[in-house]
């Protein structure tokens, strides 16, 4: 009996596990769409607006690209877990880019975690759990008046979804790749100036830069998410049959075990009523 009392607790407990799973696979699924449309809507933006920096740039603007300083790496995680390897895949093409001369910027608690015995770490930003325009807006800030100013580079590492696979990179965002100067550049005329117009959408860039990323990498913490919890879904459904056959057959052995009684009490009470038949 306290076999069946145990597989019966256990089995209720795997119950409620797949509720919460499941609940949160359908919670995940929304967010993730929402995160989605936030990065199809500032796509457009984010392309045209990097476009136009790189047309800048490729003019002989008198703008400095520094060459002395440290690379801040900005590295964004997760802040709730349970979303499998997805914040493992950011710190691990982080590291690849980490060395003597970098400063590392976690965003994210489970960032702030993994990189808090690292020699280089700057936490100014570490317990940010959501990242909206007004903090792209105060991160792109801070750096903005870094950059140039002991900062010679401007990195983060985050996640994108490609046909549903969660894949982890590291992208550039400050100094600008030039593009390929093939004429159409010097025919721009950028007024009043294309150092002036540089240094007026350079907060512009940086803030939406940081802001789109964070989107899309929010949007691949929901797609990881989801994919950990349907599978922690599909484990719960597979327990709960095993444990349910489990039950079962203990529960007809018990009730097998108790008809085996009966008769064998039944028999050995006829047998003593027979045979005290004989003695009368």
Known sequence: MSNLSDIKRRLSTVKQTRQITR???TVSVAKM???EEINERSAAYLTLITDI??????QDCGFVVPTVGVDVLLVLSSDKGLCGGFDNGNFSVAEKYIDGNTLIMPIGQTAVNYFKNAK???LRFGQLTTVGSS???EISDYLINRYGNGVKSISIAYSVVDKSIVCPKVERLLPIENIENNGTAAETLFEPSPRQVLEALLPLYLSGKI???TSANFAAEQSARHQAMSAATESADALILQLSGEYNRERQAAVTGQIVEIVGATEALSSKGGSGEKRV
């Open 23 to 25: 609940a949160m696979q």
């Open 33 to 35: 769409r929402k995160a």
């Open 53 to 58: 920096m790189r047309n800048v740039n490729a």
């Open 120 to 122: 280089n770490i700057d």
């Open 135 to 137: 903090e792209a807006n």
């Open 211 to 213: 802001y789109g990323v």
